[in-house]
């Protein structure tokens, strides 16, 4: 198993779904970015059909918040105490990509991402917004 890029760093909106409709990921307010399984805690709508409020995303089906700890936080009209949890999945954002790691938190160690220093480096690849310019001007 592996840490697996999923999307673009630079190109991901607040909230995205993975090609294979498995996961969902969103930027809460406060920063970072979440990877949840694609499927609501009440009665399972995809999430990545809904969108972020804050640091929630609300379900589009019937107004469920999930916080940035995959817990439900609140619905209009209903107690949400004791519904499950979204499935989380460990995410990095790192050499300008979403990954995500698909198994569990205590298999998922940091240092098992493959080292890029290129791609760290100030001068290298990953430093260049990558505009379009002409190489020949005049
Ligand atoms: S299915 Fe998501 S709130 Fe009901």
């Known amino acids: 198993m592996t840490w697996q890029a999923r ?15 498995a ?16 499927f609501c805690p009440h009665r399972g709508a995809p ?8 640091d929630t995303l609300v379900c589009g089906y019937h107004g469920l918040a999930v ?4 817990r439900p936080d609140n619905m209009p009209g ?17 050499y300008g990509f979403i990954r995500v790691w698909p198994g569990d938190l205590e298999q998922a160690p940091a240092d098992r991402l493959h080292p890029l220093p290129w791609a760290e480096s100030p ?12 190489a020949i001007t005049g």
């Open 47 to 54: 999430l990545s059909l809904g969108f972020v409020r804050g």
């Open 123 to 134: 001068t290298g690849p990953m430093a260049s917004d990558c505009s379009i310019s002409p």
């Open 67 to 70: 916080d940035c700890r995959s």
């Open 7 to 21: 999307a673009r760093s630079a190109t991901s909106r607040s909230l995205a779904r993975s090609p294979d409709s």
């Open 78 to 94: 209903q107690q949400v105490g004791r519904f499950p949890p979204a499935h989380a999945f460990p995410v990095i954002e790192r």
């Open 23 to 38: 996961w969902c990921s969103f930027r809460p307010a406060s920063g970072g970015v979440i990877a949840l399984e694609d």
